[in-house]
């Protein structure tokens, strides 16, 4: 697919990224949470990718771009999945770094500003190519803060310091250049992951413990459907999890990545996809790979 990308203002310092399918309903609320924080003339874009809505989304964000033409864009493109959108950033995005905003988000007050600053303070620096601040998640009652080995440090040592949550996060766009996802053919989900681990290979990423979004998660979120999208997207699934192989990760993340290579293998083989990976995880995983295959198999029916 060919984007042709248009001229943009030099001073966008900062693009907010949403990728949109079929949310006309949730984006109104985003757009109020943006606009507030972004004065006319401070170097902040929000582009909006619609990904193929069958709704009135492009209508929904065009009203929103009439009211605020200094800072609302909107790119439609044919239906592939937020992996495939983030892609079209890539190419289309007028800032220096992008900061992903889900549809069913909010902006933090202030974290426009606080996003702003923290780019100013590492721009300078290309060893960083991650900005790192937290979410918050009414609806769950749960706060995550980072406990780092140190600050700035790479994506898998902080995995090694501990768990991982969901965060937001801001991306170089030079690096998110440097780092397409794969796209495979009939597939329309990939993990997140795939791009912090690639990334992590060769830049650093600055932890700040501030909440930037808030989250509320969808019924028929990616989210809430990540064990199904993977299933549907096998070959994708086994690519997320050979990155996640080739970082510096605790034994016992590798353990949990080996088995998920095998079920998502055996997911591509019972479909007959052609896809061959290029990474094959240690084959002692194999049988617990296939006892989660069948498992998925079982649920599923």
Same mark, same amino acid.
């Given at each position: 697919?060919?984007?042709?990308?248009?001229?943009?203002?030099?001073?966008?310092?900062?693009?907010?990224?949403?990728?949109?399918?079929?949310?006309?309903?949730?984006?109104?609320?985003?757009?109020?949470?943006?606009?507030?924080?972004?004065?006319?003339?401070?170097?902040?874009?929000?582009?909006?990718?619609?990904?193929?809505?069958?709704?009135?989304?492009?209508?929904?964000?065009?009203?929103?771009?009439?009211?605020?033409?200094?800072?609302?864009?909107?790119?439609?493109?044919?239906?592939?999945?937020?992996?495939?959108?983030?892609?079209?950033?890539?190419?289309?995005?007028?800032?220096?770094?992008?900061?992903?905003?889900?549809?069913?988000?909010?902006?933090?007050?202030?974290?426009?500003?606080?996003?702003?600053?923290?780019?100013?303070?590492?721009?300078?620096?290309?060893?960083?190519?991650?900005?790192?601040?937290?979410?918050?998640?009414?609806?769950?009652?749960?706060?995550?803060?980072?406990?780092?080995?140190?600050?700035?440090?790479?994506?898998?040592?902080?995995?090694?310091?501990?768990?991982?949550?969901?965060?937001?996060?801001?991306?170089?766009?030079?690096?998110?250049?440097?780092?397409?996802?794969?796209?495979? $053919?009939?597939?329309?989900?990939?993990?997140?992951?795939?791009?912090?681990?690639?990334?992590?290979?060769?830049?650093?990423?600055?932890?700040?413990?501030?909440?930037?979004?808030?989250?509320?998660?969808?019924?028929?979120?990616?989210?809430?459907?990540?064990?199904?999208?993977?299933?549907?997207?096998?070959?994708?699934?086994?690519?997320?999890?050979?990155?996640?192989?080739?970082? $510096?990760?605790?034994?016992?993340?590798?353990?949990?990545?080996?088995?998920?290579?095998?079920?998502?293998?055996?997911?591509?083989?019972?479909?007959?996809?052609?896809?061959?990976?290029?990474?094959?995880?240690?084959?002692?995983?194999?049988?617990?790979?296939?006892?989660?295959?069948?498992?998925?198999?079982?649920?599923?029916?």
């Amino acid at each position: 697919m060919v984007v042709t990308v248009e001229q943009g203002p030099a001073n966008i310092t900062l693009t907010i990224f949403t990728p949109a399918f079929n949310r006309a309903h949730l984006l109104p609320r985003l757009f109020e949470s943006i606009k507030s924080q972004v004065r006319p003339g401070d170097p902040v874009e929000w582009l909006v990718i619609d990904d193929g809505s069958t709704d009135s989304t492009a209508e929904t964000v065009t009203r929103m771009k009439n009211e605020r033409p200094d800072l609302v864009r909107l790119v439609r493109t044919k239906n592939g999945g937020k992996h495939r959108a983030i892609n079209r950033v890539a190419q289309v995005a007028f800032g220096g770094w992008v900061m992903t905003v889900d549809s069913d988000d909010l902006l933090k007050t202030g974290a426009v500003g606080e996003a702003l600053d923290a780019i100013g303070f590492v721009d300078c620096d290309p060893s960083i190519g991650v900005i790192r601040a937290l979410k918050s998640f009414p609806e769950l009652k749960t706060e995550y803060y980072f406990k780092v080995p140190s600050n700035p440090c790479r994506h898998s040592d902080w995995l090694s310091a501990q768990h991982q949550f969901e965060t937001a996060d801001i991306v170089r766009l030079m690096v998110l250049k440097m780092c397409p996802f794969p796209e495979i $053919e009939n597939e329309r989900f990939m993990a997140e992951s795939w791009l912090w681990h690639s990334v992590g290979r060769t830049h650093l990423t600055l932890y700040i413990n501030k909440l930037w979004i808030e989250c509320f998660y969808q019924n028929d979120g990616l989210s809430v459907a990540s064990r199904l999208n993977r299933a549907d997207s096998p070959c994708s699934a086994e690519l997320v999890y050979a990155a996640m192989l080739e970082s $510096e990760l605790p034994i016992r993340t590798r353990l949990r990545s080996s088995i998920n290579w095998w079920r998502y293998h055996f997911h591509a083989l019972s479909r007959n996809l052609s896809h061959r990976p290029e990474y094959r995880a240690p084959a002692g995983y194999a049988f617990l790979g296939w006892l989660m295959w069948v498992r998925d198999r079982f649920d599923r029916h």
